[in-house]
């Protein structure tokens, strides 16, 4: 299988989610900077220009961090990481959501009408005017993950999932473009270490 990989948070999700697999993916890097991913070549492999995408061996492309995301967790179940019985399934993917509603949508629509407003302004819709509210709405969202997380060791419970995988690599994006944690969230700082120490957080 081949993976079409950039810089940014969601195609290193799935990197990470296919290391904590034990799944070998081809990588084939697509220089978003540079607007690789708005050039024809890559709109027929992707109509929406973004990364990451998987391509199957026997040609399918599959878009979309969570479907790549299910997709491996069929693939191969083991270990699970979205959860071996429908309860479990159902639990993560309610944290997966929550991650992505209170943490990732805010920070990233901040991001691109703030910092990342020049490099976005002319591919997506940009909000300049709301930036700030919207990176008020992540932290608040991180505020929630940190009075939840009590003393769990991961999100959705005792074991690591893709819950805590999102939440990680937008945690990292975060601290890079200014919306780093609160010194106060002192779960989250532990939290983070730990997934941190992790072989998968250390790939490029």
Known sequence: MKLYTSIGPNPRVVRMFAAEKGISLDHVVVDIIAGENRQPAWQAINPTCTTPVLEL??????AETTAICEYLEEFRPAPALIGATPEARAVTRMWWRRVDLLVVQPMTAG???AEGLP???ERVRCLPQAADDLKQSAR???AWFEAQLGDKPYIAGDALTVADILLFCFVEFGALVGQGLDPAHQRLAAWRECIAARPSAALP
């Open 57 to 62: 061996e026997g040609g399918l492309r599959i």
């Open 119 to 121: 490099l976005f302004q």
């Open 111 to 113: 991001f691109r009408g």
């Open 140 to 142: 608040e969202g991180l």
